[in-house]
């Protein structure tokens, strides 16, 4: 069992970066496999990210794929998302989530999630 807590969002330009950090309380983080998933206005929530406990797997959407970049430091108890050449369409609530499923992507089997994060990228 973890907290999280999302930071780093803002308003954003598009092409611009941002980078989010996402930290964790607790012994077992090391244990988790961690995701970062978004929601914007009137969608689902969809997976973006998935980092392996270790950090040697990763997986994107395919929209995002060349632009993000999920890492963990498992040290500090924390994961990120790099963000980069932001478009419009990334407009939505970041939140990460944790779970100690092996290999899966779908939220509903992350069962710690943060507040979220909003990341707003303008035209």
């Known amino acids: 069992q973890v907290q999280l807590v999302e930071s780093g969002g803002g308003l954003v330009q598009a092409g611009g970066s941002l980078r989010l950090s996402c930290a964790a309380s607790?012994?077992?983080?090391?244990?988790?496999?961690m995701g970062w998933f978004r929601q914007a206005p009137g969608k689902e929530r969809e997976y973006v990210a998935i980092?392996?406990?270790?950090?040697?797997?990763?997986f994107y959407v395919d929209s995002v794929k060349g632009r993000f970049t999920i890492s963990r430091d498992n040290a500090k108890n924390t994961v990120y998302l790099q963000m980069n050449s932001l478009k419009p369409e990334d407009t939505a609530v970041y939140y990460c989530?944790?779970?100690?499923?092996?290999?899966?992507?779908?939220?509903?089997?992350?069962?710690?999630w943060g507040q979220g994060t909003q990341v707003i990228v303008s035209s």
């Open positions: 607790g012994r077992t983080f090391s244990t988790y496999r």
């Open positions: 980092i392996s406990e270790s950090g040697s797997s990763t």
């Open positions: 989530a944790a779970t100690q499923i092996l290999g899966t992507r779908r939220a509903s089997d992350y069962n710690s």
